[in-house]
């Protein structure tokens, strides 16, 4: 049984492969918050931009085997795409506490590459074709290769430095967007726990100052959030 909250067509918009059409599929749950505001304080991960909660979503719902969700993740992707390799993205939530081989199998099956935006923190079944691993506060990666780290930034306790020489392809800092954060009412502990690292400059001016003096980084923007797309 996978439980999923949503899943739609859309273009990824982070990281390396900003720009692909794919198709999302968003888990619910997460093993670093609930998910519930009354959390954030003394969650792991505190800045989730994220509803991932339930099933309530566009196409959200409880599938019974792998093969339905595939198969209904596939009617996602357009009829006539050419030649272009249909492409899966599961995220949550925490995609790799449902995500399991048969389900890779399944679409591979179907034609797709897939991708997988995950914490880290839980060990992924064989078969990904991308993996973009993002760590979070204190937690401690299980996860130390693949193909991009996407470290927001910036976070007090997980600083560029303790993952630069991790096994990746890519490194990339994503500006810290503090919307979820600004919306807490009084007096906000979660927002609180940013404030030394928010004082001198915008998470945006922090990543491009970062990125220009350490050049292994690269700057990756939510592109979906300034074209509105979802
Ligand atoms: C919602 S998470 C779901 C996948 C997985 N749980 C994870 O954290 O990577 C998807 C991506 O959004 C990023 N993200 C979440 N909240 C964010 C925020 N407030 N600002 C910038 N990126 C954020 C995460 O770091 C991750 O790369
Ligand atoms: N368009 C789009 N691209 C994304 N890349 C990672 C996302 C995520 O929430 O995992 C995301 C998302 O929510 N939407
Ligand atoms: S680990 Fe990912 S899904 Fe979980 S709370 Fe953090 S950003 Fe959100
Ligand atoms: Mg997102």
């Known amino acids: 049984m996978y439980t999923v909250k949503e899943a739609f067509y859309t273009l990824q ?21 609930s998910g519930r505001e009354q959390d954030r304080d003394t969650s792991v991960c505190r800045f989730c931009d994220t509803d991932f909660v339930g099933t309530n979503g566009q196409n959200g719902g409880k599938f019974r085997t792998a093969s339905e969700l595939a198969d209904f993740l596939a009617s996602l ?31 591979h099956a179907r ?3 897939i991708a997988v935006e995950t914490n880290g923190t839980v060990t992924p079944p ?50 810290l967007d503090t919307a979820a954060l600004d919306a807490l009412p009084a007096p906000a502990a979660a927002r609180e726990h940013y404030r ?13 100052s970062y990125c220009m003096a ?14 509105g797309i979802d």
């Open 13 to 33: 918009g982070e990281g390396a492969r900003a720009g692909r059409a794919s198709v999302f599929c968003r888990f619910a749950g997460c093993n670093l918050w």
């Open 77 to 107: 992707w357009p009829e006539h795409s050419g030649i272009a390799t249909p492409y899966v993205v599961f995220t949550g939530g925490e995609p790799l506490l449902q995500l399991d081989r048969e389900l890779v199998d399944a679409m």
């Open 111 to 113: 034609g797709f590459e």
């Open 126 to 175: 064989a078969g990904i074709d991308w993996l973009c691993v993002s760590p979070k506060g204190a937690s401690e990666l299980v996860l130390t290769g693949g193909d991009e780290l996407k470290l927001v930034y910036p976070q007090p306790e997980a600083l560029p430095e303790r993952f630069v020489s991790l096994d990746f392809a890519h490194f990339y800092l994503q500006p």
């Open 196 to 208: 030394e690292v928010l004082a001198t400059d915008t998470p945006m001016n922090q990543c491009v």
């Open 214 to 227: 350490n050049p292994q980084w690269q700057l990756s923007l939510q592109t979906h959030k300034i074209s």
